[in-house]
């Protein structure tokens, strides 16, 4: 009886023993898998980063609103084509150095 009994527990523990290495592959592929993934995709900053993280909500808004007005302005009271086309370009080129003129906090 007690070989049967110590047979049986050896037959459990073996099973015991495989299950416990196929968790043990699976769950080292599964870090392998994470390892490499966190490897490749690109980490993003979060908070306050960037240019635009310089400005406020409103700040921003206004720069929007400002730079629609102005492209409004010059397409409604510019008529040669090519005119409002260059304006456009040279508006959307000037207006970092506009914004930080008019809105950098560094004195």
Do not use: N, Y
């Not at 049967?4 to 043990?24: F, I, N, Q, T």
């Amino acid at each position: 009886m007690s070989k049967e009994r110590a047979r049986r527990r050896a037959v459990r523990e073996a099973e015991l023993a495989r299950e416990r290495a196929v968790r043990r592959r699976r769950v080292a592929r599964r870090d392998h898998r994470r390892r490499l993934v966190r490897r490749i995709t690109p980490q993003w900053r979060r908070g306050s980063a960037g240019r635009l993280a310089r400005h406020s909500r409103a700040e921003r808004a206004g720069i929007v609103l400002l730079t629609l007005a102005s492209l409004i302005l010059i397409w409604s009271l510019v008529d040669d084509l090519a005119l409002r086309l260059v304006l456009i370009v040279l508006l959307l080129l000037v207006l970092p150095a506009i914004v930080v003129i008019a809105l950098d906090r560094r004195t």
